[in-house]
């Protein structure tokens, strides 16, 4: 049997093509002979593809409905009803609606009406899709506009899309490509949540960061894990406020381990980047990646010792040789060409990433050591980032600047950046190393204490 054969023949008459199919003894060829049909002629009646919808084979059934879809004219709406009714696998149920929404046709809507109630998420968007032919409908518009608070994320994103979206009006002024003078190139000396309260919606392009690390280290003291965690909820969620539409956070951050009182107890270990999670997305960051930094195992913190020495199950503890880097962005419904497009040709061809460039989410890449802060980002991983996730001209935030590594990669990459450090010692090394003359070059960097921050942001 060829595909040849089986146009020919449903151009002679739909008989010829039943007769084919009741000739054959296996499934394979029953699903060859319908998934090559293709378009349908106009005469072709297809009273054989609606006895196929009793076959007991989902696969033959799901290929019934789909070329009963394609049927011109009169298709048999309650033979679909009937079949939807008792039908047990998705797929199948699925093409169902997609079949009877493809008809557009006004007397089904009370149909697709009765889908939106289905179970299946997928179901509900089909009918969804059937019923957005019907434009500036009121009565589909009555039906669908309430789904904006169904349980499924996807439905209620195709119809916060549909009905929503338009309706919130951008939250700044400024084109999407530039940014505010009084933020460009400023370091502040402060809590970061206090310099947040002054800084306008809308006004920075991407976020790269590195959150202190609970009370791993010196710098960081919090009540609980807790309080931390709704710290950095507080940061992050004014970072989406001031961030642009579409534009992207990223966190690096890693589980850690804090050692234990005494030989009676045992250390804890906190998953900082997955219950940090859940905060970003409920405050509208989308997930996007997560990208995984490699270090050498030598140089990381050896755990694995007791292990190597006694090789008892459940007292292995491997060595930690990642960090994540968690890549998020701004809700928005409009697609990345969008923000793509607010640049001028010059700079989307002068910001163009050089070979060489990373193909995967694993990145190894050697950790920096440095002799006044714990805790500072290679070079190599700010440069990477900042590459891949901004243009130049672009505005990058770091709220927890810590040695200004991201605002000295910045301004070598032709960005710009806004910084916060809270500690003064850091804030003091970062002016320090600013002396370097090969780094901090052009427009002058500013280091300011809130004070005088809040003079200029007004
Ligand atoms: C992990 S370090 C960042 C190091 C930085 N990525 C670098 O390359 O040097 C975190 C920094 O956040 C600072 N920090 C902690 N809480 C802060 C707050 N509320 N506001 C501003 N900075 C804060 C700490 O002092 C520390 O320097």
């Known amino acids: 049997m060829t595909k040849q054969l089986i146009t020919e023949l449903k151009h002679k008459s739909c008989l010829e093509i039943a007769n084919l199919i009741n000739n054959q003894r296996d499934i394979g060829s029953i699903n060859f002979i319908l998934e090559n049909l293709g378009q349908l002629p106009k005469h072709f009646e297809g009273n054989f593809l609606y006895d196929l919808l009793k076959h007991a084979h989902p696969q033959v059934r799901l290929n ?25 696998d998705t797929t199948v149920r699925r093409e169902i609606i997609s079949a009877i929404g493809r008809q557009r046709k006004p007397e089904n809507k009370s149909l697709l009406f009765d889908f939106l109630e289905d179970e299946d998420p997928k179901i509900v968007c089909q009918a969804i ?57 400023i370091v502040v000396n402060a809590d970061v949540r206090q310099v947040l309260k002054l800084v306008p919606d809308e006004s920075i392009h991407l976020t790269f960061t590195s959150p202190p690390y609970y009370n791993a280290r010196d710098y960081s003291i919090y009540p609980s894990y807790q309080a931390y965690l709704e710290f950095l909820n507080e940061v992050f969620r004014e970072t989406h406020r001031i961030t642009k539409e579409g534009r992207f956070l990223i966190v690096n951050t890693s589980p850690i381990i804090i050692p234990r009182v005494s030989r009676s107890h045992s250390s804890k270990r906190y998953g ?33 010792g007791g292990f190597m020495q006694h090789r008892k199950p459940l007292g292995y503890k491997p060595n930690a040789v990642t960090e994540y880097l968690m890549v998020y962005r701004k809700q928005t419904e409009k697609l990345l060409d969008w923000n793509i497009r607010s640049y001028t040709y010059e700079t989307v061809e002068e910001s163009k990433v050089a070979d060489g460039y990373e193909t995967t989410n694993v990145w190894k890449i050697d950790p920096c050591f440095d002799k006044v802060h714990s805790a500072i980002f290679p070079v190599e991983l700010c440069k990477r980032v900042i590459q891949y996730y901004s243009y130049k001209g672009d505005l990058i935030f770091d709220p927890f600047g810590g040695s200004g590594t991201v605002g ?19 804030f003091e090394y970062m002016q320090l190393k600013q002396k370097n003359p090969t780094l901090f070059k052009e427009r002058k960097t500013r280091f300011l204490t809130l004070e005088q921050f809040k003079k200029i942001a007004k």
């Open 64 to 88: 019934a409905v789909k070329n009963i879809g394609k049927l011109n004219g009169n298709l048999n709406i309650s033979k679909l009803i009937e079949l939807y009714k008792t039908e047990k």
């Open 129 to 185: 899709r059937g019923l957005l032919v019907f434009d500036q409908d009121k009565e589909v518009e009555n039906h669908l506009r309430p789904l904006i608070n169904h349980p499924n994320e996807m439905v209620r994103t195709v119809i916060y899309k549909e009905y929503f979206a338009k309706e919130t009006t951008a939250k700044s002024t400024l084109p999407h490509a530039e940014t505010y003078d009084f933020l460009k190139n």
């Open 272 to 304: 900082i980047p997955f219950d940090l999670h859940p905060y970003l997305v409920q405050n509208g960051w989308e997930f996007i990646d997560d990208i995984i930094w490699l270090k050498p195992e030598a140089s990381v913190k050896n755990r694995i």
């Open 408 to 426: 000295r990669t910045a301004k070598a990459l032709d960005r710009l950046f806004f910084l916060t450090e809270q500690e003064p010692k850091y």
